[in-house]
């Protein structure tokens, strides 16, 4: 997992925040193709609230639906727990992310500038909201 978080992020989770999110607070989804991981969601439950933390293709396999495929399993875990409030949190520069989830239900519900730390110092996030 952490190559992979490595592989397609500019700025990965760290092997502890990875490891950290394995607690009784946090579930998880993945998709591999036999014992090759293309990809993973972290997410969060507090209540009937979730947040998706983390959601990671490989760069090779990015483009292909992958991640419309794990962005269902974490929709299909959070009905089954009863989670009503779902939220995330992207970067302003990921229009591939961004159109993923406008197209799958989110809509946009606020700005944090200059949130995530970027190349060029930081850069906003933008937060979303869907109803489960």
């Known amino acids: 997992m952490q190559a992979l978080e490595q592989l397609a992020h500019d700025h990965p989770w760290s092997r502890s925040l990875l490891a950290g999110a394995f607690d009784e607070r946090y579930f998880t989804g993945a998709l591999w193709l036999g014992e090759q991981l293309l990809g993973y969601f972290i997410a969060d439950r507090v209540l009937d609230e979730s947040t998706l933390m983390n959601i990671c293709v490989s760069p090779e396999w990015q483009g292909k639906g992958l991640g419309r495929q794990l962005l269902q399993s974490y929709f299909d875990q959070c009905t089954a727990m009863g989670l009503q409030q779902l939220w995330l949190e992207v970067r302003a520069s990921n229009r591939a992310a961004i159109n993923l989830y406008l197209s799958s ?18 850069e906003d996030a933008i937060m979303m909201q869907k109803q489960g």
Do not use: I
């Open 105 to 122: 239900g989110y809509a946009e519900n606020g700005r944090r500038r200059n949130y995530y730390p970027a190349a060029n110092g930081a």
